[in-house]
């Protein structure tokens, strides 16, 4: 049991960049936009809130500048697609593709620089046996990705906000008879998607591994979009989902530590494996699929047509 508690604890925290980024992009989706920039967004979150924390001394405030960062590249993205019309699909390969070439060139000072990261407990309950290592000695974000978790599915399924919402993904023109400002909504919900995202890459950089490294969000931003399809868009399951992916993620790290007798490099593809793996057996049935995706996901809407 006590070799047990510190791999939950570790598939927890190697699962909580995942939820963080999938919560925002259910969002994002729920309002009929799909945003397949996270990938980007993470990687220019991950070296902005790295370059501020090791400037500032503050890991607090890299979480901040992370977040900015994905706020004002959602926003951007916003303009291009709510606004202007362009594909989404498109626009979002771009950002990516953007993402990851500008973070590799904002971080050249930065690279092979670490940050002393403190560690954190709950008092008390730090104590008790098993949980306390396996549950309570987390870094504060990831206690706040599970709030945030809890937050959002009240939020869409118990308020009239979260109506609003989810009929805006559903019907953006039937909201817009009812005079709702779809386009306002869906900006709110791409800048309330970045800053997850935003937070999901700083927490790569200031926590889970705290340095910078090139591409170090390794395709996280892909795997939180097909989290949020697998989930099929229900908050409680992309909790489930990411530390499910977290937990295989670890496990292959602590099989190569355990000199298992398989390549190194099959063991890296184990996550991305189950990704593909699970969206195989989710398509499988088209029509449970149509029945939980927001109607209107991907297409855009021009009220003055």
């Known amino acids: 049991m006590e070799s047990i508690a510190p791999l939950i604890a570790a598939a927890i925290t190697s699962g909580t960049p995942l939820m963080l980024a999938s919560l925002g992009l259910l969002v994002n989706e729920k309002s009929g936009v799909i945003n397949l920039g996270s990938e980007g967004m993470m990687l220019m979150a991950a070296v902005i809130g790295f370059a501020t924390a090791l400037t500032a001394g503050s890991i607090s405030l890299g979480f901040v500048a992370g977040a900015l960062a994905g706020i004002v590249l959602a926003a951007f993205f916003a303009w291009l697609t709510v606004w202007l019309g362009a594909n989404q699909v498109a626009t979002g390969l771009a950002l990516s593709l953007f993402g990851a070439g500008a973070s590799a060139y904002i971080g050249i000072p930065y690279v092979g620089k670490t940050l002393n990261v403190p560690q954190f407990s709950i008092p008390l309950l730090e104590h008790i046996p098993f949980l306390g290592d396996a ?80 591409d170090m969000v390794a395709g996280r931003g892909w795997i939180a979009l097909a989290l949020t399809t697998f989930a099929t868009w229900r908050p409680a399951r992309v909790l489930v989902g990411a530390y499910l992916f977290g937990g295989i993620t670890i496990l292959t790290y602590h099989m190569q530590a355990r000199g298992v007798p398989i390549a190194s490099q099959l063991l890296s593809m184990l996550p991305y494996l189950a990704t593909i793996l699970v969206l195989v057996l989710i398509s499988r049935n088209a029509g449970w699929i149509r029945l939980n995706m927001p109607a209107s996901l991907g297409k855009n809407f021009n009220p003055n047509a």
């Open 135 to 214: 549950l309570f000695k987390q870094h504060p974000v990831v206690y706040l990705s599970m709030l945030l978790c809890a937050g959002i599915a009240w939020f869409l399924y118990r308020t009239r906000p979260g109506l609003v919402l989810r009929s805006v993904g559903e019907s953006p023109s039937s909201a817009h008879a009812l005079g709702y400002n779809v386009r306002q909504i869906r900006l709110a919900a791409l800048m309330f998607g970045g800053a997850c995202c935003g937070l999901a890459g700083a927490f790569m950089s200031l926590v889970y591994t705290p340095m910078w490294v090139e």
